[in-house]
C-alpha cells in the first residue's frame, strides 16, 4: 500500500470519527473534512559518488593486483529513485591490461514500507584491452572480457537498525569466457546503538561458474571454471556524506583455482600456475556521496 493511499484512508477515518462525536454532541455545526497529506516527489535527481581503496577487491577476487585504487560514478534517479541509470568507473591492473573498469547500469528500486527490491541489469565494460598470450602461443585470456548482468536483490529492514538481504546476479557469458556465472548471497547489517552513523555488516555468497567455450578460447580447450564460496565482514562509520569502511574478505579457492579465473600474469611468468589474487585481504575504504537535492537542485515537490 503506498503511502498516498494510507494517507487518504487515514483522513477519512478521522473525518468520519470527528464528524461522528460532532453530529451528537453539537448537532449544530459540521466538521471540516481532512485534507489528504500528499508526499513530496523528488522528480529527478542525481547522486555522486568517489571512492578511494587499499584494494579494489570484487567478490572476493582483487582487480587491482592488490594495489590501492579510485573509481567515482554518477546516477541519474527518477521518481523518488524508483527509476534510475548509472555510471561508474575504477582503477584497475588485470591480465588484459585495460585502463579501467567502465560500468553502465540500470533498473528499478519499488519499495513498499521497510521491503525494498532492486531489479536491474549492468555491463561490465573494458576498454583497450589486449588479450594475454605468452611466447609459446598459448592463449590466457579472451580477446573481450565484457561482459553482461541481471540482478535482483531485495532488503527488509527491522526497527531502523538492523538489514536483511539477499542477491541474486546472472550473466550468460561471464567475462567473454563462454562460460555462465550465478552469484547468489545473503547480506546483513547492524546500526550500532550507540554511535550514529556506526555500523557492522557482512556478506556471505556462492558462485556457480559454468563451461568455457571453444570457439571464444581459440586454442584452449572447454574448462569447467571452478565454483567457489565467498565472504566478507566488517564496519563502517558514516560523518554526513563521507564513509569509512574497513572489511575482512576471503574465499576457499586455492591458489591453482585462484589463477584458473584470474590468468594472474604472475604466475604465468613464474610458472607455478598459482596467484594470489583470492586470498584473505583487509581492505580499508573512504567514500563520498551527495545527491543534487541535497544541494537544493532538483527540490522535492
Sequence with gaps: MSDLLRSS??????????????????PSK??????PVVPAITWFD???????QTDYNFRGISQTDRKPGIGGGAELQIYNNLFYLGVYGSSVDLATRP?????????IRPKFGD???????????????????????????????DYTEVYGKVSYTFAESLTLGANVFYAWDWLGTGASGTYASVTAKYSLPFLEGLSVSGEFGHYWLGTTNLAI??????TNLPDYN???AGVSYTWKNVTADVRYHDTDLSKNKCFALT???????????????????????????????????????
Design 217 to 222: 578460447w581459440s586454442t584452449v580447450p572447454p
Design 46 to 52: 542525481i547522486a555522486v559518488n568517489v571512492k578511494a
Design 99 to 107: 585502463p579501467a573498469e567502465i560500468d553502465f547500469y540500470g533498473g
Design 30 to 35: 459540521k466538521s471540516a473534512p481532512t485534507v
Design 9 to 26: 484512508i487515514l483522513g477519512l477515518a478521522l473525518a468520519a470519527g470527528i464528524g461522528g462525536a460532532q453530529a451528537s454532541d453539537l
Design 115 to 145: 521491503l525494498a527490491f532492486d531489479l536491474g541489469v549492468m555491463q561490465y565494460y573494458y576498454p583497450r584491452e589486449k588479450q594475454l598470450i605468452d611466447a609459446t602461443g598459448v592463449f590466457w585470456t579472451p580477446k573481450n572480457t
Design 263 to 301: 590468468a594472474d600474469p604472475r604466475g604465468i611468468a613464474t610458472g607455478s600456475g598459482q596467484s594470489k589474487w583470492c586470498g584473505a585481504a583487509v581492505v580499508a575504504t573512504l567514500s563520498f556521496d551527495i545527491t543534487a537535492s541535497s544541494l537544493g537542485i532538483f527540490a522535492p515537490k
Design 230 to 232: 565467498y565472504w566478507n
